[in-house]
């Protein structure tokens, strides 16, 4: 378990991070994201034991990372964004260094081999890392945080430099380890951290502003009585049907966006759920709906407005005229 108690650190008159609490349970992957500038990278710095706080707490698996360092990180393993490679040495020796840098007591080569089968590095075993290509390289740095299996990993962009088919296998990896770990995750893919992560903490300005699952922020910044509708029919007939729905506050006809198919923005009365009404009706008229999608935000959404701090109407609308122009300049 990582535990965060009103963490803070102070550079001088400026704080990088203010007053800051979090958790992360055995067995959760969480997502640590933020801006550039937010404070995410000090707060890792500090979970580590790079670098000490100010004031606060910051625990791992129980242990307080300040108060006794040693006994904490031998808990943590760590992926910085750049692994922390011999480059002159074989993996097999960079691997065994390691280990007894840890002062691992687990069987060294039964050990060793089973990381080298997770992380899918054993024909390159006995080459010498200097001669990687950047993909292995940082399975290698992979494979040293889970030298001693510590019951904490700590990922600072796992997958860079990796190729699609090598993406796939280490979230699938990420996704297994998190079973049985407590798992920090922090990474710019925003897609990768909705895919992997348990939830999310979101850190601006040195403050959290988010800590929760991506469905559960989603469902609390979206304004999911809204919809839009793709709609293949008559027009002001459409607009009449939709209009007769109970529940219905407004509807309005976009841009024509097919021949014959017209993009209706429908606002609901909140908790109301039209979706299945609506299908009946479009239906019973033989007119077809080609796309119906809610104002439900994507964790790149959530993390723009969360960062940006604009109401949710005031987002949305920015995003929809800037696809609007989009699609514009590509017909023109």
């Known amino acids: 378990m990582i535990e965060v108690k009103n963490l803070s650190k102070n550079f001088g008159d400026k704080k990088a991070v203010d007053n800051i609490s979090f958790r992360a349970e055995r067995g959760e992957i969480l997502g640590f994201l933020g801006p550039n500038g937010a404070g995410k990278s000090t707060t890792m710095n500090i979970l580590t034991g790079y670098i000490s706080a100010t004031d606060g707490q910051a625990l791992i698996d129980g242990v307080d990372i300040l108060e006794e360092p040693l006994k904490a990180k031998a808990k943590i393993g760590y992926l910085p964004e750049q692994p922390p490679l011999y480059l002159d040495m074989t993996v097999k020796d960079y691997l065994c260094f390691i280990y007894d840098l840890k002062k691992c007591k687990l069987p060294r080569n039964t050990h060793l081999e089973e990381i080298c089968r ?7 075993f006995n080459r010498i890392i200097k001669n990687l290509s950047k993909g292995y390289k940082q399975r290698v740095g992979l494979a040293q945080a889970l030298v001693g299996n510590p019951p904490v990993l700590i990922l ?3 997958t860079v430099g990796l190729d699609p088919k090598q993406i796939i296998e280490i979230r699938t990896l990420i996704k297994k380890l998190g079973k049985n770990h407590t798992v920090i995750l922090s990474s710019h893919i925003l897609s990768e951290v909705q895919a992997v992560c348990d939830k999310v903490v979101v850190i601006n300005q040195g403050k959290i502003v988010a800590d929760d699952t991506t469905d559960n922020l989603s469902k609390s910044l979206s304004a999911d009585h809204k919809l839009t509708a793709r709609v293949e029919g008559p027009r002001d007939e459409v607009l009449r049907t939709i209009k007769g729905i109970s529940g219905v506050e407004s509807v309005a006809a976009d841009m024509e966006r097919e021949k014959g198919v017209w993009e209706y923005n429908i606002e609901a009365t909140e908790g109301i759920d039209i979706r299945r009404e609506l299908f009946k009706r ?9 796309g119906l999608k809610s104002s439900e935000l994507s964790l790149e959404d959530i993390f723009l407005k969360l960062t940006m701090g604009e109401s949710v109407d005031t987002f949305m609308n920015k995003k929809a005229k800037s696809l609007d122009t989009i ?5 023109n």
């Open 118 to 124: 997770l992380v899918k590095i054993e024909n390159v």
């Open 327 to 331: 699609e514009s300049e590509g017909l």
């Open 282 to 290: 479009i239906a019973a008229r033989n007119w077809c709906i080609l």
């Open 156 to 158: 600072d962009e796992p």
